[in-house]
């Protein structure tokens, strides 16, 4: 593979000869039937392509920059770059896992401008579920696999492990997040709150940093780390600082977008608002309104009717949400330029990288 390509071919050529490894293993090893094979392959291409990918590409431009730093010679670089393409995929796939179980837990209807996978024709319920179970296996399949001799496998399935479990917890708390949680009882049927009381920047920030931060920032940094065997050579603290604030920012916009862009722009339908969520524009919301306005909200919050949303939103934009947000932003940055400096006193190499993966976060449209 030329070293002159770009990091995207790179990428979808390693996706190809993955792909061909995960179905033919499965040919091999289970007794996959060529009926199953060719709907496997439809499951993964629907699920993994169609993205950004810049969890995955953000791995291959950590580990390039890494290894130029190192000085690397041709044929390390070319082994580092593909190691973490194969690192990339792992986190593309535990992305699509997320995303297909997600939106079953939300009833969301759209994904990427398309129907969520649940929904597709030929799909069902009970089938999608597992197909996000494969996806997770699969990630696991393909460290096994391509690092089988690699100083790193142990590592790099500990932190890929981790950070799954870290993200589930996130998910529990975010689907938990509208119910009062003393009263969360397997045995007991509860309604969700009536005070949202439990509506806060704590919960808020636990939601977001657990759910989304670390497999979306922490995790690609860390694995071009691993692969390019650089981990010394940067401060772990200072990484795990700025990839948590970065990560909580990317889930505030998400927040926000949810409500006001459009779902043909945004490439999905949002939901937030009839389920009830513990968003970044509800909590901020509750903060400062006054009693009359959080009775609104309270009277309409987490119903699944279009003048019950379109009043909640009516009230988003009384209170200025969106300036609210601009501020908000506006200290992200100064923090994140604050960090960046501290880093790139460390390693130029990696902070260049950072700075690579925050200019595709900020003011982003979906």
Known sequence: MSAGITHMDRFMRVYAEVQEFLLGDAVGRFELDENRKRYLKQMMDTTCLGGKYNRGICVVDVAEAMAKDSQADAATTERVLHDACVCGWMIELLQAHFLVEDDI????????????????PGVTTQVAINDGLILLAWASQMALHYFADRPFLAEVMRVFHDVDMTTTLGQLYDVTSMVDSAKLDANVAHANTTDYIEFTVFNHRRI?????????????????LLVSQTVEKVDNEATHKIAMLMGEYFQVQDDVMDCFTPPDKLGKIGTDIEDAKCSWLAVTFLETAPADKVAEFKANYGFDDAEKVAVIKKLYSEANMLDRFSKYEEGVVVEVERLLAALETQNVAFARSVKVLWSKTYKRQK
């Open 208 to 224: 977001v940093v657990y759910k989304t931060a670390y497999y979306t920032y922490w995790l690609p940094l860390v694995m071009g």
């Open 105 to 120: 837990m939300d009833h969301s209807k759209t994904r990427r401008g398309k129907p969520c996978w649940y929904l597709h």
